[in-house]
């Protein structure tokens, strides 16, 4: 069911907050709310984007396919993020693919009321702006884990980072559950030396494996392989 922006604590999020009543009235009006199951592709690469996806709830992977065919997952999507904003402001054919991890929901807003915003609102503006350098500092930073850390040291990142993001369940597993193929994507590595990887985390004792499921059974220890220690 279509939600109004001008009540949605989501907005809080991102730079929807900066609206003014009558913005996001117009906001509300103009949007569709779209929904999409565990596995379905919100759009791939190379697409042409008619608008912005406000997530309002799921997690969205974005890959990025090399010229070797091997894909690379360059960020967890949560709610509240916006998604192709970059590429809708710019003009320019989305770069990444973005796929539902879980069943996902959200608002959309065609490019014409973005670019309207945009240009006739300053504090939308400014915020779209540290937005989009927010996530071009990610992908820098992203560059430097690949080419500095070792597969043990992102595979724990990525544990603590799903922690603190997305929470754990009752009996103590990270509530975003990820495939193996998942996590070797997110790494840069294949999915045979990150099993192995795994399977060395949890003889030394800092994760928990239950099928598809991982737990952090030791966060001082993650933390230490993490610094390098």
Do not use: W
Request: proline share 1%; with cysteine.
């Amino acid at each position: 069911m279509k939600s109004k922006c001008e009540t949605c604590k989501i907005r809080e999020l991102n730079q929807l907050k900066v609206l003014c009543l009558h913005d996001l009235m117009k906001f509300t009006s103009e949007k569709d709310y779209n929904s999409y199951r565990k596995g379905e592709v919100i759009f791939n690469e190379g697409d042409r984007l008619s608008g912005v996806f406000c997530v309002h709830s799921g997690v969205i992977k974005l890959s990025k396919l090399s010229s070797n065919g091997k894909t690379q997952i360059v960020k967890l999507v949560k709610p509240g993020d916006l998604l192709g904003q970059r590429s809708v402001i710019s003009g320019e054919n989305v770069n990444l693919t973005a796929k539902a991890l879980t069943s996902v929901e959200g608002c959309f807003f065609p490019r014409e009321l973005i670019m309207k915003t945009i240009h006739e609102n300053s504090d939308f503006a400014f915020e779209t702006l540290k937005c989009i350098a927010f996530d071009l500092k990610e992908a820098d930073d992203e560059i430097v884990k690949i080419s500095h850390k070792t597969v043990k040291q992102r595979l724990v990142e990525i544990f603590l980072y799903i922690r603190d993001k997305f929470g754990m369940d009752q009996a103590g597993y990270l509530d975003l559950v990820l495939s193996r193929k998942d996590y070797a994507n997110m790494v840069g590595s294949s999915v045979e030396s990150t099993i192995r990887t795994l399977s060395e985390l949890k003889d030394e004792g800092i994760i928990k494996t239950s099928g598809k499921r991982i737990g952090i059974q030791n966060v001082g220890k993650a933390r230490n392989i993490l610094n390098g220690y």
